[in-house]
């Protein structure tokens, strides 16, 4: 396996064997898993399709040979990807898009699409004989390691940040048996400390700074091009937050580019929280990300003032010529309720994308006739206290535009006619 694999990192090009333990540089910065050139074609991933064999039933294993050169018997799968991509026309038309198309990751085993990253690398886990995993998070991956652990038969640790996690995604961790640890801090802070923690006792980290979460995750690109017949689409737009889930887009992009299986690059387009936003501030400002102190959204997903994953964050977006948004919490829930009753909804991150699409479509950067492809990140049923809070506006500060008020009624039918057509 370290013969196919090397550790390089982005900041300084030092290289390490891919079997060493570690997550980022002697020099600080973070890994990326280089490859050698895989001996693949188009035809043959289109191949996996019809096939009954437990990875190429996988969206991620499928693409096994531009992922990890894994033995089969240290994979573990459920099997995630194969998600929706849906034409929306309600959408399309709200943002004022001739051709748009949203991939619903939330479709994966446990609801997010950090599922993907979570199949090689608790994979990898196993392949290096670790015991325990670890993550810090704002739900969704501790959500997914917490299950993928149990099915590798793995002890998981999780750090969330007390109090400021969505229900679903905590009732997730505890249901799947992870130790939770609520830490009386921030994301950031959780971040800090989990990496500490596995440097003192040797257990395996699940961050997307662990560069073998990013190879899965990649495949969410491959499954969007797979799903267009190989076109590439002219945007793709994703939340960020720790900024892994848009890095792994890009280079999984960049890999194809390389390899000749794709001609051009999609522009990258990557939406943040107004009050989480140091990709944003970098972006429109130059320089390196400068982390932002007590970052506050009611997207608690994306709820990230010190994004570990920024260098190849800006390196996929110079690359796809992309951009960078910011929206505000009152802009992503009114897009969330203009998603959701399309009858394809998404939690409140994910819904991040189409408030941003909005904005980038005023501003004239998207175009209305060119091919959009939107990432919905996380399931609706994450976070359902937002929706209700949304619906019979008891959220402070927000200001529904689109409430859909429940009403209450008598147990009598006069009434409840009443109710009903009121
Ligand atoms: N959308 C959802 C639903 C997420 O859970 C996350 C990240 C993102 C978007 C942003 O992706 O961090 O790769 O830029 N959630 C992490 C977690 C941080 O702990 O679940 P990113």
């Known amino acids: 396996m370290s013969e196919d694999w090397t550790l390089r990192c982005v900041r300084c090009e030092a290289g390490y064997p891919a ?10 910065g973070t890994l990326d898993v280089e490859h050698r050139a895989p001996d693949i074609t188009l035809a043959q991933l289109d191949a996996r399709l019809a096939s009954k064999d437990p990875l190429d039933r996988s969206g991620v294993w ?15 799968t459920m099997p995630e990807g194969n998600t929706n991509l849906y034409d929306l026309p309600p959408v399309a038309d709200w ?52 299950a993928y652990a149990a099915r590798a038969g793995l002890r998981p640790y999780v750090f969330i940040p007390e109090g400021k996690i969505a229900y679903g995604k905590l009732s997730q961790a505890l249901a799947y048996g992870a130790r939770t640890v609520q830490i009386a801090g921030d994301f950031d802070a959780a971040m800090a400390l989990v990496q500490d923690v596995c440097r003192r006792e040797g257990i395996y980290l699940l961050n997307s700074v662990n560069p073998f979460r990013i190879e899965g995750q990649k495949a969410i690109g491959f499954e969007i091009l797979q799903d267009l017949d190989w ?77 570990i994953s920024w260098r190849k ?14 929206v505000t919490d009152g802009e992503i829930l009114d897009a969330k309720a203009r998603l959701d009753r399309s ?9 991040a994308t189409v408030a941003g699409l909005k904005k980038l479509v005023v501003a004239g950067v998207v175009k209305r006739d ?30 529904p535009a689109y409430p859909n008020r429940p009403v209450s009624s008598e147990s009598e039918l006069e009434a409840v006619l009443e109710a009903m057509r009121g």
Not at 378 to 398: E, F, M, Q
Request: charged share 20%; glycine share 12%.
């Open 19 to 28: 079997l060493e333990l570690r997550y980022t540089c002697t020099c600080g």
């Open 231 to 307: 076109q590439v689409p002219d945007w793709i737009v994703l939340p960020g937050g720790n900024l892994g889930n848009n890095s792994a887009l890009s280079k999984g992009l960049m890999e194809l580019l390389a390899l000749g299986l794709i001609d051009r690059l999609p522009r990258i387009a990557v939406i943040q929280a107004a009050g989480a936003n140091p990709l944003y501030t970098a972006w429109t400002e130059g320089g390196d990300v400068v982390p932002v102190r007590g970052a506050k959204t009611r997207a608690t997903a994306i709820q990230i003032g010190d994004p």
């Open 62 to 76: 499928r693409f096994r040979e531009l992922i990890l050169p894994l033995a089969r018997e240290h994979i573990v």
């Open 370 to 399: 060119e091919h959009v492809v939107g990432i919905l990140t996380g399931h609706l049923l994450k976070d359902p206290d937002i929706v209700v809070g949304y619906h019979k506006n008891t959220l402070d500060g927000i200001d």
């Open 313 to 326: 964050s800006l390196r996929g977006l110079r690359a796809s010529h992309g951009t960078v948004e910011q």
């Open 343 to 351: 009858g394809v909804g998404a939690e409140p991150a994910s819904c």
């Open 95 to 146: 943002l004022g898009l001739d051709r748009l198309q949203l991939k619903h990751e939330g479709e994966n085993p446990t609801g997010s699409f950090k599922d993907r990253g979570m199949t090689t690398g608790t994979s990898v886990a196993k392949r290096l004989g670790m015991t325990e995993v670890a993550c810090a998070s704002t739900g969704n991956t501790s959500a997914s390691m917490a």
